[in-house]
């Protein structure tokens, strides 16, 4: 069955940084465009990133622009999301999330509703 398993997070002080990973099986990882979504308390979620399914692509949110940094290794199945300068206001679970589309082309979905498959979330906690 499909599986999307994120793993990094943490509590971590302002400035600081944090790498979350997500595992995928289930699917042809390969061949879909990948994204993080995050959500605090009491809010929507929303977009951070995504990538292609080559790699070469990327989309991020405007606020996490020159602070984070998606990436996946289809060799392995995976992807990152290299999170520098964190700050208080990142605070919330990030959710890895796989795009509905499976075809090549460059395919860069900031909706939750272009994706398929959700992992459980990972709790990312920047304390002042």
């Known amino acids: 069955q499909v599986q999307l398993v994120e793993s990094g997070g943490g509590l971590v002080q302002a400035g600081g940084s944090l790498r979350l990973s997500c595992a995928a099986s289930?699917?042809?990882?390969?061949?879909?465009?990948m994204g993080w979504f995050r959500q605090a308390p009491g809010k929507e979620r929303e977009f951070v990133a995504c990538?292609?399914?080559?790699?070469?692509?990327?989309h991020y949110t405007e606020s996490v622009k020159g602070r984070f940094t998606i990436s996946r290794n289809n060799g392995k199945s995976t992807v990152d999301l290299q999170m520098d300068s964190l700050k208080p206001e990142d605070t919330a679970i990030y959710y890895c999330?796989?795009?509905?589309?499976?075809?090549?082309?460059?395919?860069?979905?900031?909706?939750?509703?272009?994706?398929?498959?959700w992992g459980q979330g990972t709790q990312v906690t920047v304390s002042p």
């Open positions: 999330a796989a795009d509905t589309v499976q075809t090549a082309g460059v395919y860069l979905h900031s909706s939750a509703d272009d994706y398929e498959y």
């Open positions: 289930g699917f042809s990882f390969s061949n879909k465009p």
């Open positions: 990538i292609s399914w080559s790699g070469r692509n990327t």
